[in-house]
């Protein structure tokens, strides 16, 4: 009996001391609020519009509604663009980092981490305001007289593509990076002495050899374009609702907590669905904080 007391205390219960904590926030502020927005989605409204516990599949059903296949069909369209967009402006940008040698790779690194400084919220406002009929674009096409009179540019598609981009750029950066760091470049030499030209290595040896940078970086872009519904809010006006933003109108304005926690429960499901298709071909859990 002593011993095996004196095994709980010097094995069992320094584990405990130690993991308990995390364990127990883990629970709280993620496991509870995940089960109480999935027993939310199957509650009902009154005509009152209280949440009550009557349980039904309602909330689901409605999902298919017309009008919401749309939405999610613009928000698979904005956030597919958004991803090719931030591979075609980070790749380069990430591999011009990684073989960076001289001091000038921090100073490169750090303008990719200096944006997480600042709240996302207010750099959107700053591009409303760069972009508004009244803003400095304007001033400065106006001035050259490339245009008579202030263009909008706000409140389009495009606008709330350029706005993603520019908050969800670095999460593609930074994978991409890591990626290209770890390329041998022995292969490149080995490859431009077998008479490979530039365009060929790229495409047979450095691309398949960073594609886990790139698949991780996509699923790191792709996921949170879905929910960013403030960025379509500022820029695009309602013109290019997201799913985040109807998730967002059922909680605020639509006073419908049911069928917002439905859709957030799908919201889930699909991130759940490409973390395993992603985990299914190889990639790195680490590299997706997982």
Same mark, same amino acid.
């Given at each position: /009996? =002593?011993? !095996?007391?004196?095994?709980?205390? @010097? =094995? !069992?219960?320094? @584990?405990?001391? /130690?993991?308990?904590?995390?364990?127990?926030? /883990?629970?709280?502020?993620? @496991?509870?609020p995940l089960i109480y927005v999935a027993v939310m989605s199957f509650c009902s409204i009154d005509e009152y519009y209280n949440v009550t516990f009557k349980l039904t599949l309602d909330n689901y059903i409605r999902l298919v509604n017309t009008d919401y296949l749309k939405i999610? @069909?613009?928000?698979?369209g904005i956030a597919v663009v958004t991803t090719i967009l931030c591979i075609l402006i980070g790749y380069p940008f990430s591999y011009w980092i990684a073989r960076t040698k001289s001091k000038k790779k921090k100073i490169l690194y750090m303008l990719v981490i200096i944006p997480f400084w600042t709240n996302s919220l207010i750099r959107i406002y700053g591009w409303r305001t760069f972009l508004g009929t009244s803003g400095w674009l304007n001033s400065v096409l106006m001035g050259l007289h490339i245009v008579k009179e202030p263009v909008d540019f706000l409140y389009q598609t495009g606008t709330t593509v350029l706005g993603m981009v520019y908050c969800l750029i670095p999460f593609m950066i930074l994978p991409l990076y890591t990626a290209i760091e770890k390329l041998d470049s022995s292969l490149l030499e080995a490859s431009s002495d077998l008479g490979a030209k530039p365009v060929s290595t790229f495409f047979e040896v450095i691309l398949p050899l960073t594609s886990s940078g790139i698949f991780s970086g996509s699923l790191m872009v792709f996921i949170p374009c879905m929910g960013y519904f403030f960025v379509s809010d500022i820029l695009g006006g309602g013109n290019s609702d997201m799913i985040g933003n109807l998730i967002e109108r059922q909680f605020q304005s639509g006073n419908n907590w049911p069928l917002g926690a439905a859709l957030s429960i799908i919201l889930i499901i699909v991130t759940l669905i490409l973390v395993k298709l992603y985990q299914k071909l190889g990639g790195d859990m680490d590299s997706l904080g997982v």
């Open positions: /009996m =002593n011993k !095996t007391k004196h095994e709980f205390r @010097a =094995n !069992t219960l320094p @584990a405990l001391l /130690m993991v308990g904590p995390v364990t127990l926030i /883990m629970i709280l502020l993620i @496991a509870v999610y @069909a613009q928000s698979l």
